[in-house]
């Protein structure tokens, strides 16, 4: 893969993936109240799985800007401020700061504030990395801490890359908090032969996520069929996840392919509707 086509897919993965997985809002209905505690926990799962979006969202931008290939774009993908040390473009690993000070609402919607620091190795080479560590910073004002890993497995033929989520822990305004970690891979499955067009790119999303809540219990977050999102759809439109919440399956169908913000919940022979 040539630098300029690898780094056009990088650039557009992380915008492609920013509205995959957001908390979902359970249509009304009556709902047993174990059933509703596992949908809850389940739209939890599906919060660390945004989590672990934004912050690759965020190491883009600053592998982005670290490459020298923006000249300030960067700020026009985000509220924050960027530094890189050292300015020299063929010096790498460089440090990456995305500073968001008290804090600000980012294109992708989320109020950020504190900073996200970067190391990031010539990203558009095998096996480069890039290390996202945080410094008392907050997304929705909730707070991030523990270090997310990016490692860029790419071939000639599609933009691959490993995301590790090491020791993440969330703690909201209530002091709960929800600890994980995970590894994921996404693959490009479509236009990576048209790499200047990032509208027809289309990326299968695989791997897992396991949770422990404050009170001790467990969600792990496993997809069983790939998470497909296709650059010019705003959601995920096909895939399949299982949850374990301490022993109880909760499935999560995304749908058949169709471009649509619906899916559904099964707990306990149930199925539920969401809308993302």
């Known amino acids: 893969m040539n630098k300029r086509s690898l780094n056009s897919s990088l650039m557009f993965l992380a915008t492609a993936f920013l509205l995959v997985f957001t908390a979902c809002q359970k249509e009304e209905k009556v709902t047993p109240e174990a059933d509703k505690a596992a949908i809850e926990q389940t739209k939890q799962a599906m919060a660390n799985q945004q989590i672990m979006l934004s912050s690759f969202n965020i190491a883009q931008w600053g592998a982005e800007n670290a490459n020298g290939i923006q000249d300030g774009k960067v700020q026009e993908r985000s509220c924050g401020t960027i530094t890189v040390t050292p300015p020299d473009l063929l010096v790498f690993p460089k440090v990456v700061t995305a500073d968001f000070g008290a804090g600000c609402i980012d294109d992708d919607g989320k109020f950020k504030q504190g900073k996200v620091i970067m190391t990031v190795g010539a990203f558009w080479e095998p096996n480069a990395s890039i290390i996202v560590t945080y410094d008392n910073y907050y997304e929705d004002n909730v707070k991030v801490e523990g270090q997310f890993t990016f490692v860029n497995l790419s071939t ?3 933009a691959i890359l490993r995301i590790d989520a090491n020791s993440i822990k969330l703690t909201d305004q209530n002091g709960y908090t929800f600890a994980f970690t995970g590894d994921q891979t996404y693959t490009q499955t479509a236009g990576h032969a048209t790499w200047w ?37 705003a959601w995920v439109s096909q895939g399949k996840v299982t949850l374990d919440i301490n022993g109880l399956p909760v499935y999560v169908d995304y749908g058949n392919g169709t471009c649509d913000n619906q899916g559904t919940y099964s707990v306990n022979g149930q199925v539920y509707p969401f809308t993302i």
Request: charged letters at 20%; glycine letters at 4%.
């Open 156 to 158: 000639p033929d599609a």
């Open 197 to 233: 067009d990032a509208n027809d790119d289309v990326f299968e999303v695989t791997g897992s996520i396991f949770s422990t809540l404050t009170n001790g219990e467990t969600v792990n977050w496993l997809i069983q069929t790939p998470l497909v999102k296709a650059n010019n759809c």
